[in-house]
DNA sequence: GCCGATTTGTCCGTATGTATC
DNA sequence: CGATACATACGGACAAATCGG
């Protein structure tokens, strides 16, 4: 593993502002004072700033001092970000969970597949189908359809662990981007049969096309959340016109 | 209003990207290419990329070509979040839209606000409520709350027409920095009085804390969406950049 | 499988512009 | 108004990953 300098200075610093060594709104050093503290150029300041500003830890403007506005939360929710796979956002909220294959089947894409996941008529596909628990809760049903053009052989073994793990490390898939797209629909049959969705009638759903470094995209997933524990966060950076 | 170099380059390949020029995964020029199609050093090029990869448009790993996973929205969904504001994606849908204000108050922080609020208690702060209309439907309640010591004079006038535009051209105020949660909830009475529900017994809400240049968070907003027309959209990547 | 060419990734060093205090 | 601090751009060097022969 390379030693990438404005990563290094990058986690050093979110590190130091989650130890509360840069408070909530604080004054953060300079882009010149930083560059003397870590020896490197300017440039390579901002490369890491950058990357606080994307994960909303700090807030920059032209002329003025750059504060901090991180603050810890004490969450209880399970929060969705960037590109994370339920193992690695279980695991960064310190719960306990668990995986439960409920389905492992192949099919061939017909119209309602091809128009609902932009898999062509046809293509072969792995349908795998979850149910994950936290706390011992049936929390999630997730459904994912994997070209089995692009990611070999799969079985329910793996499936039970974590398809991206051995995607990436076995298979040595590079994920890239993601697109994905958040409703809110009303229970089926398959989602009440899985989960305990007490008073609602609704899930959190959460679609995505996944692609790899050729431009395939190799993944449709669907992860359905029960509301109670559904929560995602983001932090918007830009001074666009989003509201009117 | 000054030239930005970067940033006139990434509106043009947007613009080109947009029109099919580079089709959905078809490769685009390399950077070197590109610096000389723009006459300008590589390092502006990939500041104009970095844009272009933030909002989804291509995708760039080292030692390939750069490929364009752009593609068009065709679906008549209605999106929020992501770029658009409501009356932005109301226009794109070629869709007739309008406000009510439904209530327009002042009132002081007391603990069960300032839970969920972050802002302290004893706060004086506008309440505002405004529910959306789309095609005569009302989709959406906006609840919004405003710090009265940093927004001044506010009325029912400004609310009906647009807040942000009044804080931004009159008070000359910028907002900076939004942290956004987005959940599912159940539907309160004050949802059913104004929205048309049908048979969802909840909704999809994105709250916000907005932040001025000063750090201080000057507005709660509580957006109640129809579970129905609500879609919420996103691209991710690995390594998001900003600027280098 | 090796090797060289290509392409993106990181970083240095400098200069100038622009917003804020 | 000057000083400060962030923003943009130039120009170059080398590293790391990938691809084609």
Redesign the pocket.
Same mark, same amino acid.
């Given at each position: 593993m390379?030693?990438?300098?404005?990563?290094?200075i990058y986690k050093d610093l979110k590190n130091k502002i989650e130890a509360g060594e840069y408070p909530f709104n604080s004054i953060?050093?300079? #882009?010149? #004072?930083l560059?003397a503290i870590y *020896?490197?150029? &300017? *440039?390579?300041i &901002?490369?890491?700033?950058a990357e606080l500003i994307q994960c909303g830890y700090i807030q920059? &403007?032209?002329?003025? &001092?750059?504060r901090v506005i991180y603050e810890p939360v004490a969450r209880n929710t399970f929060l969705i970000g960037g590109i994370e796979s339920f193992t690695e956002a279980a695991t960064r909220n310190k719960f306990k969970h668990c995986t439960r294959v409920v389905r492992f089947d192949k099919i061939i894409a017909d119209t309602e597949i091809a128009e609902k996941t932009d898999f062509p008529i046809g293509t072969k596909l792995y349908d795998v189908r979850r149910v994950r628990y936290l706390n011992g809760k049936p929390l999630i049903l997730d459904k994912n359809l994997f070209l089995i053009s692009a990611v070999g052989d799969l079985n329910e073994e793996i499936a039970k662990r974590s398809i991206y793990e051995y995607l990436e490390n076995e298979l040595k898939m590079?994920i890239v981007t993601s697109k994905r797209r958040m409703t809110v629909e009303l229970a089926t049959t398959e989602d009440k049969a899985w989960l305990e969705l007490d008073d609602y009638n609704c899930l959190a759903v959460l679609s995505g096309r996944v692609f790899n *470094?050729?431009g395939i995209q190799f993944e449709y997933t669907e992860s359905r959340h029960c509301p109670d524990y559904f929560c995602f966060e983001d932090t918007a950076t830009r001074n666009k016109k989003r509201f009117l």
């Open positions: 390379p030693k990438i300098k404005f990563d290094t953060f050093p300079t #882009e010149h #004072e560059a *020896s490197c150029m &300017r *440039s390579t &901002r490369r890491a700033l920059v &403007r032209q002329g003025q &001092r750059t590079k *470094s050729d």
